[in-house]
């Protein structure tokens, strides 16, 4: 039996707890180089992303000012570490106005 078809096997048995520090642990193996935020002309319009990714700041703020919890961004941008998020964050926290129009021009707005 490999390690992986163990792990299957195990994971359903975990509490929620168990099974979010396992989840730590496997995203802080994957973060041995970490990544900052840049910016560069032809990669998404030269808006803030995360370094080496096409994935834009505006867009995991988007996700989360829609309710998604960093756990449901990470599923959703399986590249995405806890790290990426947390310089995300700290980019909008000291760019505010910059990412809000860059959410506001590659949104669609609801009409009443």
């Known amino acids: 039996m490999t390690a992986l078809k163990k792990a299957e096997d195990l994971i ?3 509490s929620d707890n168990e099974k979010s520090i396992l989840l730590d642990y496997i995203f802080n193996l994957r973060e041995n180089n970490p990544r900052g ?6 990669v998404c319009g030269g808006r803030a992303c ?8 505006w867009s995991l703020v988007n996700y989360r000012f829609l309710g998604f919890t960093d756990w449901e961004i990470l599923y959703n941008f399986p590249t995405m570490t806890p790290s990426d998020l947390k ?12 990412i809000d129009v860059d959410i506001k021009e ?4 609801a009409v009443d």
């Open 12 to 14: 359903p048995k975990l």
């Open 37 to 42: 935020i840049s910016k560069a002309s032809g």
């Open 50 to 57: 995360i370094e080496g990714t096409r994935v834009p700041v």
């Open 87 to 98: 310089r995300a964050w700290e980019y909008y926290e000291a760019n505010k106005l910059e």
């Open 106 to 109: 590659n949104t669609v707005q």
